[in-house]
């Protein structure tokens, strides 16, 4: 099923995907406390962008507070319900994956469904559709393809485990080609997209790629849903497993390597913010899991007590006691009275990091002082370390490059 594809033609690439994991898996450890840090961040964006593309209107700061138990007020209980979901089945996978015992099996793929939906029996969670599917244009109706009679899902899936379960592929070719024939399959009456997304990140993980760079590629996809939905015309319009898949595993390797690429410039200039909050906490002898919090605040994020203990895992009397200390020494600013306080960053906080990095002149609003030192940080690196091909995440007045929001705009749907 789906065997028609050129691989010589995307040596390279996976060759530059294999080193850049030797030379990840060759890093020293990570600090606990950052490691930490930037796993549920990767997290956090990667479920946002997985669960916008399908419609679910979730920000990153969302979803960072409700996997910290602290539900925003104007995100419906079902779209937390989806997010609690989608992160149910990231973390089920890759619980799965270690599994001396695992298989490719119907029941794995409709277990991850399940959680993706959230348990939603209304919206088929977990079964197999029963019934016929089309994949349309959302502004005009237009039928776009036509994935298989529901009397042949069965089947198919059954097909897709055991080809999966042979497989002798590299792994960033076989998730690709796992995510296009899920896709085309289309075995489920909602939620595609996001168990397929869910279950090429497994195949990744399985094959020795055990960092979120390489195992997710929601939030790339999501920040270039066009090119995501392109990827697939390579179907044609109606189900062909004959289909020369080609131009699907040339998009998402290449999504694959762009985003480690991108990835890893960021979290090596990035972490440069988090030591230096480290060191400003040290220096006013504040807990050191406030990082979390003055973190959150820089990059503008929500900072709230419930959100804070959700992420240091502290009493509410602890949470309260940490935010009071950071307001006093003047890195944090409480907003609002008693349930809906919320902590943003101080001006003191951006100037404690200019004196700790001896940046002069940072501008007073808070957006441009945060470019100002992300971009401070980035040029240094850049000067320092400038790998051959490295893209560049800021622009030519060395400012950051922030990642947007998916555009939640009407637009064409893929067949996933």
């Not at 069965?154 to 024939?181: N, T």
């Not at 979120?212 to 090119?227: A, C, I, K, N, V």
């Not at 319009?237 to 289909?243: P, V, Y």
Request: proline share 5%; net charge neutral.
């Amino acid at each position: 099923m789906f065997r028609r594809f050129d691989i010589n033609v995307l040596a390279d690439t996976v060759r530059e995907i294999d080193g850049w994991r030797v030379r990840m898996d060759s890093r020293r450890p990570l600090t606990r406390r950052w490691a930490g840090r930037l796993r549920r961040d990767l997290e956090a964006e990667a479920i946002a962008a997985s669960t916008r593309m399908e419609g679910v209107a979730v920000t990153v700061d969302d979803v960072r507070r409700i996997l910290a138990g602290d539900s925003p007020r104007d995100v419906s209980p079902g779209d937390v319900a989806l997010v609690r979901g989608y992160h149910d089945a990231m973390t089920f996978v890759l619980r799965r994956a270690d599994d001396r015992n695992f298989e490719w099996n119907r029941e794995l793929i409709v277990g991850v469904h399940d959680r993706v939906l959230a348990g939603r029996y209304e919206d088929g969670a977990g079964r197999l559709r029963t019934g016929p599917s089309h994949v349309v244009e959302l502004r005009t109706g237009q039928t776009l393809f036509e994935p298989p009679p529901a009397e042949d899902v069965p089947v198919l899936v059954d097909q897709l485990c055991a080809e999966s379960a042979a497989s002798d592929l590299h792994p960033a070719l076989q998730a690709a080609w796992f995510h296009v024939a899920f896709a085309a399959i289309h075995p489920f009456a909602d939620g595609n997209g996001r168990t397929a997304r869910v279950l090429s990140s497994l195949i990744m993980y399985r094959g020795g790629f055990r960092t979120r760079t390489f195992t997710s590629l929601e939030e790339w996809w999501g920040r270039h849903p066009q090119d995501y939905y392109a990827a697939f015309e390579c179907l044609g319009q109606r189900f062909d497993s004959s289909a020369d898949v080609t131009p699907f595993l040339a998009a998402h390797v290449d999504a694959q390597l762009r985003q480690i690429r991108a990835l890893d410039l960021r979290e090596r200039t990035i972490r440069g913010v988090f030591i230096v909050l480290e060191n400003l906490l040290m220096d006013r002898a504040l807990p050191e899991r406030l990082t979390s919090a003055l973190w959150d605040a820089f990059f503008g994020f929500t900072v709230t007590a419930s959100s804070y203990r959700g992420a240091t895992d502290v009493s509410a009397a602890t949470a309260t006691a940490d935010l009071r200390g950071a307001t006093a020494a003047g890195l944090l600013r409480a907003v609002g009275q008693t349930r809906g306080r919320r902590y943003v960053a101080a001006p003191g906080l951006f100037s404690a990091i200019a004196v700790e990095l001896g940046v002069d002149g940072l501008p007073a609003e808070a957006e441009a002082a945060r470019s100002r030192v992300i971009g401070e940080l980035g040029s240094r690196l850049l000067e320092s370390v400038a790998p051959p091909g490295q893209p560049s995440l800021f622009d030519a007045a060395g400012l950051e490059k922030l990642p947007a929001e998916p555009d939640n705009a009407a637009r064409t749907r893929s067949p996933t």
